[in-house]
């Protein structure tokens, strides 16, 4: 059965940094695409990074683009999210899903069944 569990969300002051985690069990992770969504309250949950399973492509919406980095630890079937120079909108919960290709892992996620996704970790960016 697959799974995946997200871990790492913590309080962090506005230029702080995190390092998320999104472990895999029942597939190999190299294999999917992994993406990161994150959920603001009030807000539309928005994905913003994925990365490829077929070459490791990575993208970024333009929110994170040069602060956040996606990566993968095949060995440890995990996806990681590096959060450097973490802002107050940055606060949101943290989602990661999985899908065939990062086309899938776009918009809202809104289309991807329940199991595609992991539980979620809070980020909270305030002083």
């Known amino acids: 059965q697959v799974h995946l569990v997200e871990s790492g969300g913590d309080l962090v002051q506005p230029g702080g940094s995190l390092k998320l985690s999104c472990a895999a069990s029942g597939f190999s992770s190299d294999n999917y695409a992994i993406g990161w969504f994150r959920q603001a309250p009030g807000m539309e949950r928005e994905g913003f990074s994925c990365i490829s399973g077929s070459d490791g492509r990575t993208y970024y919406a333009d929110s994170v683009k040069g602060r956040f980095t996606i990566s993968r630890d095949n060995a440890k079937n995990t996806v990681y999210l590096q959060m450097n120079n973490l802002e107050a909108g940055d606060t949101a919960i943290y989602y990661c899903?999985?899908?065939?290709?990062?086309?899938?892992?776009?918009?809202?996620?809104?289309?991807?069944?329940?199991?595609?996704w992991g539980q979620g970790t809070q980020v909270t960016v305030a002083s």
């Open positions: 899903a999985h899908a065939s290709e990062c086309g899938y892992l776009q918009g809202s996620g809104s289309h991807l069944s329940d199991d595609h």
